[in-house]
């Protein structure tokens, strides 16, 4: 029998179906409600409301648990290559051996990024956001990928996947030259993936450029731990503007920008902005702690607290582990990563903290590697975005695959009635 719950309003009874995931979660099928009774719902931040089912990613926040496709973080992150996960979330199966070099050869065959793209990066000045370019560079990938993509036809999309898996990456490279006034790098055909990022960021001109393999293995774990959350405010957002039908690179582009606000990826930015006014006001850890818990005070301890994660975010443990190797792998001792420390082990003890189910994310510790392998702070977010950016495309993909409608939520309106207009002469 199929499960149902019962809403009685008006002295009348409605039925609703429950909806139940493969991991257990349970939903209430509201889809008839307005229609049955009227009335509509109101959450604000979608705290308690799902907006789709998904196969890509699954969490558990009360167990701080992350997969993908079925695959737990863990082991991807300790096994896998990022390209590997990245065609795991679009396609829904890691790849075999030949399907990963197809995938990989396709993306070196659409790895040129149109020369006049280099005019809109110049058009910036140098002390503007990577993000602000990296989000204007990506719609403009419209204007030289005009070509709309047929969601009916499998090849139009892979096509449309392997020329943003391939340009973006260049274009995040981009901003970081742009960042260090340093000449623009090209995607190299003979590279992988992640090693080609390091090269377009790292490579100097005047030198052959030599693989590093502490930074390589540093960031494919950073990138496949960013790659997807489920419906997190940027991947909501890409999905709603692709459900009116606008193109992948638009969507993914409106994606960046949500990506960019401090509550959300812009916090690896803001978690060592904090660290580093920590370290500079001579590691108080209290002061600013006693300042995240202060209703008067806007401050918020960056990189603590998360809408679904009421546990450990289990990606913070894996980049926590991983910042000590890496600092310790290329010889950094890094007082911010000290701080860090002795910050989330105050945090953990503190009633404040440790009612409200704060603990750290993966905002927390990602910033203090980004830093080790030489990447500027403003830069972290762009990081994010890298990682992201498989995750985008397989929501984006799915949401189109599933003919999802157009997102259109309702509202309760608080405003003034019936209002009776009088002419400007007689105000
Ligand atoms: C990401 O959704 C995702 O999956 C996102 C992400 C992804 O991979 O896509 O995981 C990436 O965005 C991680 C989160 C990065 N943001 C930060 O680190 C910024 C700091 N964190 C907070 O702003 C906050 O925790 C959020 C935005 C992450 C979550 O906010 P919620 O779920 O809306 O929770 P809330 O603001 O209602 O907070 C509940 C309580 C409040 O106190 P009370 O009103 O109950 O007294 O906890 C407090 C908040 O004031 N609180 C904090 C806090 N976070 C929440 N207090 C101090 N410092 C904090 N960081």
């Keep these: 029998m199929d499960k149902k719950v019962q809403l009685i309003y008006d002295n009348n009874t409605y039925e609703f179906p429950l909806v139940e995931g493969t ?43 992350l997969k993908y496709r079925g695959y737990s973080i863990e082991d991807l992150a300790d096994g896998a290559d990022f390209l590997e996960v990245a065609y795991l979330l679009i396609f829904g199966e890691l790849p075999t051996q030949a399907q990963l070099e197809k995938f990989q050869s396709d993306i070196h065959k659409e790895s040129l990024v149109d020369e006049d793209l280099k005019l809109i990066l110049k058009s910036f000045p140098r002390s503007a956001h990577p993000m602000g370019a990296l989000a204007s560079l990506t719609s403009a990938l419209t204007a030289f990928n005009p070509e709309s993509v047929d969601i009916d036809s499998d090849q139009d999309m892979y096509e449309a996947i392997v020329t943003i898996m391939a340009k973006f990456p260049v274009l995040c490279a981009w901003t970081h030259r742009k960042v260090k006034g340093l000449p623009l790098n090209y995607s190299n055909s003979s590279l992988g993936y992640v090693d080609n990022i390091a090269q377009m960021m790292f490579r100097r001109p005047t030198e052959n450029y030599v693989s590093n393999d502490i930074v390589n293995r540093a960031l494919n774990k950073l990138l496949i731990l960013h790659a997807d959350h489920e419906q997190n405010c940027s991947t909501s957002t890409v999905r ?7 193109g992948l690179f638009a969507s993914i582009s409106a994606g960046i920008s949500a990506l960019w606000g401090p509550l959300h990826g812009g916090a690896n930015q803001a978690v060592l902005e904090m660290l580093e006014a920590i370290n500079k006001d001579g590691g108080d850890t209290k002061k600013f702690m006693a300042k995240a818990k202060d209703k008067n005070d806007p401050f918020r301890l960056m990189g603590f607290g998360h809408r679904v994660y009421k546990n450990f975010d289990p990606r913070a443990r894996i980049i926590k582990k991983s910042a000590d190797e890496v600092l310790n792998e290329l010889g950094i001792n890094d007082p911010i990563l000290d701080i860090a420390k002795g910050l989330e082990q105050e945090a953990l003890n503190d009633p404040y903290f440790v009612d409200r189910k704060l603990y750290p994310n993966v905002d927390f510790y990602s910033g203090i590697i980004y830093r080790a392998l030489g990447i500027p702070t403003e830069m972290f977010t762009v990081m994010f975005a890298l990682g992201r950016l498989p995750g985008w495309i397989a929501q984006w993909r799915e949401m189109r695959k599933n003919n999802e409608p157009i997102g259109r939520p309702r509202q309760i309106y608080t405003g003034q009635v019936d209002k009776v207009f009088t002419d400007i002469s007689k105000r």
């Design 23 to 65: 991991e257990k979660e349970t939903g209430i099928d509201i889809k008839t409600l307005r229609a049955q009774t009227g009335l509509v719902t109101l959450d604000p931040g979608f705290k308690n409301s799902g907006s789709c089912q998904s196969e890509v990613t699954f969490l558990n926040g009360e167990k701080g648990e």
């Design 240 to 246: 709603i503007v692709g459900s009116s039908h606008a």
